[in-house]
Nanobody, 119 residues
């Protein structure tokens, strides 16, 4: 069974940096495209960016220029490095396959990790 475990969130001041990690198990990580997503309070979950199995990245406008996604295939881990954080970046951050895993007909998500950016 697939498991997604995000970590690294916390409280940071505006302008600061954080690096999130996501450990993936239960699937063949090395051949999967992975994505980072986020959900701010009262808003829908949105895509931050993706990384292919070969390391090619794509970023949406939400955080483009301020984030870097990377992966370590032997460790089954994907990372999200975030810089120049803004209060509006406050959200729960999730990783998932791109597109997301489906389990029993529904998108499967881990618990995410909360990032709070103070002004």
């Amino acid at each position: 069974q697939v498991q997604l475990v995000e970590s690294g969130g916390g409280l940071v001041q505006a302008g600061g940096s954080l690096t999130l990690s996501c450990a993936v198990s239960g699937s063949i990580f090395s051949i999967m495209a992975m994505g980072w997503y986020r959900q701010a309070p009262g808003k829908q979950r949105e895509l931050v960016g993706t990384i292919t199995s070969g390391g090619n990245t794509y970023y949406t406008d939400s955080m483009k220029g301020r984030v870097t996604i990377s992966r370590d295939n032997p460790k089954n881990t994907v990372y999200l490095q975030m810089n120049s954080l803004k209060p509006e970046d406050t959200a729960v951050y999730f990783c998932n396959r791109s597109p997301p895993f489906v389990v029993n007909g529904m998108n499967y998500w881990g618990k995410g990790t909360l990032v709070t950016v103070s002004s």
